[in-house]
């Protein structure tokens, strides 16, 4: 397993739960504290300097873990399941857009907020233009080479597919073999036991997210995260845990502390 840091790249507008800023002075800071890859969390790649940013990456040695969709959503209030037929198509569009950014680096992209809110009174339509959109884009996906991932998140974030299981059970229903699940600790923690929906999304499980309770830094709050990664160990787990948190006075302090921390966590046999 290797670490990750969230990073917000410069389309973005909204704040992200990750690092952002000039990628010189950033990204040799995160390899410096025990990071071995970024995870970009984009809003538009057309507006973004990509051979910049591409060449940035690549001089620091630094690999993209995957690629974050969460800024669309914020920034530009666009998702699979909105009623306007010109606004999904958008997000779907967009979400191209996302899959040829990544394909630079064959990092998955993640579907959190992006796949949209289901209407209560409208369910099966809410329903139907999510499956819709994501065969479009895993469809389009796969001619590049790229896995999609869906992340199930807490009740308080969306009103859908908010358990690990759930998730699961969705991907297998709707049988798209590119189609993954990543999932975020944090929320598992409301929603889940982490320890056997691990287990369970084994065969589907394709990036994780860490954060400690309150959304600090591994090692900073109450989280035990020694029987997760025994856990992930045990399930033979080699991707990336990828952190997604806040911080509180010195967000690189914190950053080594976690790579520090985590580490320890790793190495002990």
Same mark, same amino acid.
């Given at each position: 397993?290797?670490?990750?840091?969230?990073? =917000?790249?410069?389309?973005?507008?909204?704040?992200?739960?990750?690092?952002? =800023?000039?990628?010189?002075?950033?990204?040799?800071?995160?390899?410096?504290?025990?990071?071995?890859?970024?995870?970009p969390?984009?809003?538009?790649?057309?507006?973004?300097?990509?051979?910049?940013?591409?060449?940035?990456?690549?001089?620091?040695?630094?690999d993209?873990?995957?690629?974050?969709?969460?800024?669309?959503?914020?920034?530009?209030?666009?998702?699979?399941?909105?009623?306007?037929?010109?606004?999904?198509?958008?997000?779907?569009?967009?979400?191209?857009?996302?899959?040829?950014? +990544?394909?630079?680096?064959?990092?998955?992209?993640?579907? =959190?907020?992006?796949?949209?809110?289901?209407?209560?009174?409208?369910?099966?339509?809410?329903?139907?233009?999510?499956?819709?959109?994501?065969?479009?884009?895993?469809?389009?996906a796969?001619?590049?080479?790229?896995?999609?991932?869906?992340?199930?998140?807490?009740?308080?974030?969306?009103?859908?597919?908010?358990?690990?299981?759930?998730?699961?059970?969705?991907?297998?229903?709707?049988?798209?073999?590119?189609?993954?699940?990543?999932?975020?600790?944090?929320?598992? +923690?409301?929603?889940d036991?982490?320890? +056997?929906?691990?287990?369970?999304?084994?065969?589907?499980?394709?990036?994780?997210? *860490?954060?400690? +309770?309150?959304r600090?830094?591994?090692?900073?709050?109450?989280?035990?995260?020694i029987?997760?990664?025994?856990? *992930?160990?045990?399930?033979?787990?080699?991707?990336? *845990?990828? *952190?997604?948190?806040?911080?509180?006075?010195?967000?690189?302090?914190?950053?080594k502390?976690?790579?520090?921390?985590?580490?320890?966590?790793?190495?002990?046999k």
């Amino acid at each position: 397993m290797k670490l990750a840091y969230v990073y =917000g790249t410069d389309d973005t507008i909204a704040p992200v739960l990750g690092a952002r =800023g000039n990628p010189d002075r950033i990204f040799p800071v995160l390899k410096e504290c025990g990071y071995q890859a970024i995870e970009p969390f984009v809003r538009d790649p057309n507006s973004m300097n990509l051979s910049a940013f591409e060449k940035a990456v690549n001089r620091f040695g630094l690999d993209v873990a995957a690629i974050g969709t969460g800024p669309v959503v914020i920034d530009d209030a666009i998702t699979f399941t909105d009623r306007d037929p010109d606004i999904r198509r958008a997000a779907v569009n967009r979400v191209k857009d996302i899959i040829n950014f +990544s394909s630079l680096f064959g990092a998955p992209i993640n579907i =959190g907020k992006m796949r949209g809110d289901i209407d209560e009174k409208q369910a099966h339509h809410s329903w139907k233009w999510m499956r819709e959109c994501l065969l479009d884009v895993c469809e389009y996906a796969d001619k590049c080479g790229i896995n999609i991932m869906i992340e199930p998140q807490n009740i308080k974030n969306i009103n859908n597919l908010n358990t690990a299981l759930q998730a699961i059970d969705f991907i297998e229903m709707i049988g798209i073999p590119n189609l993954y699940l990543m999932v975020d600790i944090f929320h598992m +923690s409301f929603e889940d036991n982490p320890i +056997s929906s691990l287990t369970k999304a084994k065969d589907k499980l394709s990036h994780i997210h *860490l954060a400690d +309770s309150d959304r600090r830094s591994p090692g900073e709050g109450e989280f035990d995260f020694i029987p997760v990664i025994d856990t *992930l160990k045990s399930l033979h787990y080699d991707a990336y *845990l990828s *952190l997604e948190v806040g911080y509180e006075k010195d967000r690189y302090e914190e950053a080594k502390r976690a790579a520090g921390f985590l580490t320890n966590i790793l190495n002990y046999k």
